[in-house]
């Protein structure tokens, strides 16, 4: 399938590598939560993904959680999204509401962090419309993610979606620009996407070696 007529795909590359400003830009680790938020978390995405996972056991675990005030409003709504995304779940309609309570919950928050924190529900909102197969829905929310806060997860999905619609040249062209477009921190990230994701595997052959890949930009860390 190609891109429809309405869609002009020079104009959105464009948008995706034209709103960089190398040194001002914010990257999600900014503000990023606790340590026991960030461990918690890890905990729970690694039980969903555990042979026989009760689903249901772990939403409830998740509410607790929030309830307890172990982890904030956004996190809770962050981890049920993640629960109902995965492949053992497919729950679309209860993801599609828990971004709803993600987007609500960074709203009320606001502060300095609010574009990046709108960045992620933009990337999830995404994410939703890959899984339902709406690439082309995807392929807009993902570049309004890239425009608001650049971050890798959100230039991977850009490339699978790319490849989902056949345009394998375009996904090239725009790997091949990411180290001058957005560092080469950045790069190297969504470098290591490709190389553990199977929706990116016809990048490979793009890589560089480990050896030659360019040192991080100190100016992301």
């Given at each position: 399938m190609r891109l429809a007529k309405a869609m002009d795909l020079d104009a959105i590359l464009g948008r995706v590598l034209g709103r960089v400003e190398r040194k001002a830009f914010v990257t999600p680790t900014d503000g990023i939560d606790d340590a026991t938020e960030r461990q918690v978390s890890g905990e729970v995405l690694r039980q969903v993904g555990a042979p026989g996972a009760d689903v249901d056991a772990l939403r409830e675990q998740v509410r607790q959680l929030r309830s307890d005030g172990t982890i904030t409003p956004r996190r809770e709504a962050i981890l049920l999204l993640s629960i109902a995304a995965h492949p053992a779940v497919a729950d679309y309609?209860?993801?599609?509401?828990?971004?709803?309570?993600?987007?609500?919950?960074?709203?009320?928050?606001?502060?300095?962090?609010?574009?990046?924190?709108?960045?992620?529900?933009?990337?999830?909102?995404?994410?939703?419309?890959?899984?339902?197969?709406?690439?082309?829905?995807?392929?807009?929310?993902?570049?309004?993610?890239?425009?608001?806060?650049?971050?890798?997860?959100?230039?991977?999905?850009?490339?699978?979606?790319?490849?989902?619609?056949?345009?394998?040249?375009?996904?090239?062209?725009?790997?091949?620009?990411?180290?001058?477009?957005?560092?080469?921190?950045?790069?190297?990230?969504?470098?290591?996407?490709?190389?553990n994701d199977p929706d990116l595997e016809l990048l490979r052959d793009a890589l560089p070696s480990p050896s030659e890949e360019a040192p991080c930009d100190t100016l992301l860390h």
């Open positions: 309609a209860a993801m599609a509401r828990s971004i709803a309570d993600e987007e609500y919950a960074v709203l009320a928050e606001g502060g300095p962090h609010l574009a990046s924190r709108r960045a992620v529900v933009l990337h999830h909102r995404a994410v939703l419309a890959f899984l339902m197969h709406r690439y082309e829905v995807a392929l807009d929310l993902e570049t309004r993610s890239v425009e608001l806060a650049p971050w890798p997860d959100s230039l991977a999905n850009i490339l699978a979606v790319l490849l989902r619609l056949g345009e394998e040249g375009r996904a090239r062209d725009l790997l091949a620009q990411m180290p001058n477009g957005f560092g080469n921190s950045m790069a190297q990230s969504v470098h290591d996407f490709i190389r």
